[in-house]
């Protein structure tokens, strides 16, 4: 069974562009969660989806958004980008239950020059 | 949302074994705990999870205070492969099941 899987895996943007990160899970899961990974911070929680609905969402500006299709496969656009949102973007795909175990794609490296 | 705490580093010998601590003094009863493992430019894989008894699987086991207050993650036989940061992470059921991640235990493994 393929894995998760997240393109573009490099992005270089500059301040104020906008950016969308695309995620494809695992075949028959139902959840997209996305996380973010920087130095400073370590990996923090950005928001889930579940069925095309988003199911929860961490403590990150409206700046910060995503949408799931009903193919289960979802984007994540971040708007008027800023130096700090350069990070490793990752994505986790689960069959849909809150203790069902989440499987990580490989990640979009995002640098905003 | 309270986090684990985990030492920032370790070594092991290869083909010894490991043992990786880690501390959720604030874990709620229904809170699980997880353990992933994350090699350079990769995303984190999963190694395993247990919410009170101790588990097993072909990677690891995991050991969980009967208090539910800290837990260790065992590795039976370190090898070269196994160099990665392990990350102790709470799952938190109460608000649908996001991984609450600690800052993990970058681990090394000596031939």
């Known amino acids: 069974k393929a894995g998760v899987t997240q393109t573009p895996r490099y992005l270089i943007k500059t301040r104020g562009q906008q950016v969308t990160l695309s995620c494809s899970p695992i075949?028959?899961?139902?959840?997209v969660s996305w996380y973010q990974q920087t130095p400073g911070q370590g990996l923090q929680f950005l928001f889930e989806?579940?069925?095309?609905?988003?199911?929860n969402k961490g403590n990150f500006p409206g700046r910060f958004s995503g949408r799931q299709f009903s193919n289960s496969r979802s984007e994540m656009n971040v708007s008027t980008l800023e130096l700090g949102d350069s990070a490793l973007y990752l994505c986790?795909?689960?069959?849909?239950?809150?203790?069902?175990?989440?499987?990580f794609g490989p990640g979009t490296r995002l640098t905003v020059l | 949302d309270a986090k684990t705490t985990q030492p920032n580093s370790m070594e092991s010998n290869e083909e010894e074994p490991v043992h990786l601590p880690c501390n959720h003094s604030?874990?709620?009863?229904?809170?699980?705990i997880h353990w992933y493992r994350q090699l350079p430019s990769q995303g984190p894989e999963y190694v395993i999870h247990?919410?009170?008894s101790n588990v097993n699987n072909r990677m690891a086991s995991l050991a969980i205070a009967e208090d539910r207050k800290s837990s260790t993650l065992i590795l039976h036989r370190a090898t070269l492969r196994d160099a990665a940061v392990y990350y102790c992470i709470r799952l938190d059921y109460n608000q649908g099941g996001k991984l609450i991640f600690g800052q993990g235990t970058e681990l090394s493994v000596k031939p």
């Open positions: 075949s028959g899961h139902r959840s």
């Open positions: 604030t874990i709620s009863g229904t809170d699980y």
């Open positions: 986790a795909s689960r069959r849909g239950d809150t203790t069902d175990t989440q499987y």
């Open positions: 247990g919410l009170t």
């Open positions: 989806y579940f069925s095309e609905t988003q199911r």
